[in-house]
């Protein structure tokens, strides 16, 4: 490893430097849950068998994948199901991610940009990101995760500009 700056630490001990300086700085120590993406499933609709493995191999909350092949986000009943499917494993709901696409890959259905230069698909993507986040009228999540742009963006598909 290089030499850092005096008072810097470097490596796996820079974590519990960290972590040291919090607990030292008399502060209450962070409670921290583990979780996970359904991202992990992304290739198959959503069950209570994946969130029940989820909970079983430890992990206490989820992030949503919000991809319509994987969980139907415009569904109350799909939304319902998820709901009583976290109730059973104990899982709470983190975040939510916003649509990339309806299906997985972007193979087909729409894909969702909300840096696209063109402002019908920057709007769609919003609108399709509006409809994963009314989850959360029936299911308390703290975060959504937005990404600006997507990586199979062509010719100008994601523009600086609108993204702003």
Same mark, same amino acid.
């Given at each position: 490893?290089?030499?850092?700056?005096?008072?810097?630490?470097?490596? @796996?001990?820079?974590?519990?430097?960290?972590?040291?300086?919090? @607990?030292?700085?008399?502060?209450?120590?962070?409670?921290?849950?583990?979780?996970?993406?359904?991202?992990?499933?992304?290739?198959?609709?959503?069950?209570?068998?994946? @969130?029940? #493995?989820?909970?079983?191999?430890?992990?206490?909350?989820?992030?949503?994948?919000?991809?319509?092949?994987?969980?139907?986000?415009?569904?109350?009943? %799909?939304?319902?199901?998820?709901?009583?499917? @976290?109730?059973?494993?104990?899982?709470?709901?983190?975040?939510?991610?916003?649509?990339?696409?309806?299906?997985?890959?972007?193979?087909?259905?729409?894909?969702?940009?909300? %840096?696209?230069?063109?402002?019908?698909?920057?709007?769609? #993507?919003?609108?399709?990101?509006?409809?994963?986040?009314?989850?959360?009228?029936?299911?308390?999540?703290?975060?959504?995760?937005?990404?600006?742009?997507?990586?199979?963006?062509?010719?100008?598909?994601?523009?600086?500009? #609108?993204?702003?």
């Amino acid at each position: 490893m290089g030499k850092c700056a005096p008072g810097c630490v470097e490596g @796996l001990g820079a974590a519990a430097a960290i972590m040291d300086g919090l @607990l030292d700085a008399g502060k209450p120590p962070i409670a921290m849950k583990f979780g996970i993406s359904t991202h992990l499933y992304h290739d198959q609709r959503l069950s209570v068998e994946h @969130l029940s #493995a989820i909970a079983e191999a430890g992990f206490e909350a989820v992030e949503l994948f919000a991809t319509k092949s994987h969980f139907d986000y415009t569904d109350p009943t %799909a939304i319902s199901s998820l709901a009583q499917w @976290l109730r059973e494993t104990g899982l709470t709901l983190h975040s939510i991610h916003a649509p990339i696409w309806d299906v997985i890959g972007g193979s087909s259905g729409g894909t969702y940009s909300t %840096a696209s230069a063109d402002n019908a698909k920057r709007q769609a #993507a919003v609108r399709q990101a509006e409809a994963a986040l009314a989850i959360v009228r029936d299911i308390p999540a703290t975060y959504m995760v937005v990404h600006l742009g997507t990586t199979d963006a062509k010719d100008g598909g994601n523009s600086r500009a #609108a993204a702003s």
